[in-house]
T-cell receptor, first 112, second 112 residues
């Protein structure tokens, strides 16, 4: 049973516009959420995170929003750049554990 | 970059043979993880470790075993490799708490 879901396998956005990547989760015991970016033939790299006590966290062009009542997480990238083209994974950390549960990923393509 | 080294980076092996993948860290992090990445499945946790000689199963642990005899090394063994274990394997480390995990570059394993 997939506890962290990314329902859009792919997304294309024009350079300079906003990219919105979505993630849904089913486990209300998740208390920490993360986004990772992955280029081909490389390991995932950490982008941004958010604790369940917050609803927004911003770092430069990247903002993560958390809606606990809807069990929904989103990553906004503004403005999108061609170098942002990659696979993005959301991940969640169940309270009291040190495991990271990942979604299936969304491939973002930013068109120049 | 976090000090994580995976070896080997690529391996081709025959069905039924044992295979061991190595993860070495220089960060002195307590937590270490093995994930596999497959199309349509994202990153799935195989096993993780929360200290020397302390390990636990993840989502897809069947057919795999791990060992951690030193803080810096976490070994993943495929006891008898099968074609379904053809995948890209990633090691990750974490300091625990609400912090991010850092990933290695990955090992591409092909079982023929």
């Amino acid at each position: 049973d997939q506890q962290v879901k990314q329902n859009s396998p792919s997304l294309s956005v024009q350079e300079g516009r906003i990219s919105i990547l979505n993630c849904d989760y089913t486990n209300s015991m998740f208390d920490y959420f993360l986004w990772y970016k992955k280029y081909p033939a490389e390991g995932p790299t950490f982008l941004i995170s958010i604790s369940s006590i917050k609803d927004k966290n911003e770092d430069g062009r990247f903002t993560v929003f958390l809606n606990k009542s809807a069990k929904h997480l989103s990553l906004h990238i503004v403005p999108s750049q061609p170098g942002d083209s990659a696979v993005y994974f959301c991940a969640a950390n169940p309270s009291g554990t040190y495991k990271y549960i990942f979604g299936t990923g969304t491939r973002l393509k930013v068109l120049a | 970059d976090a000090g994580i080294t995976q070896s080997p980076r690529h391996k081709v092996t025959e069905t039924g043979t044992p295979v061991t993948l190595r993860c070495h860290q220089t960060e002195n992090h307590r937590y270490m993880y093995w994930y596999r990445q497959d199309p349509g499945h994202g990153l799935r946790l195989i096993h993780y470790s929360y200290g020397v000689k302390d390990t636990d199963k993840g989502e897809v642990s069947d057919g795999y075993s791990v060992s951690r005899s030193k803080t810096e090394d976490f070994l993943l063994t495929l006891e008898s490799a099968t074609s379904s274990q053809t995948s890209v394997y990633f090691c990750a480390i974490s300091g625990g708490g609400n912090t991010e995990a850092f990933f290695g570059q990955g090992t591409r394993l092909t079982v023929v």
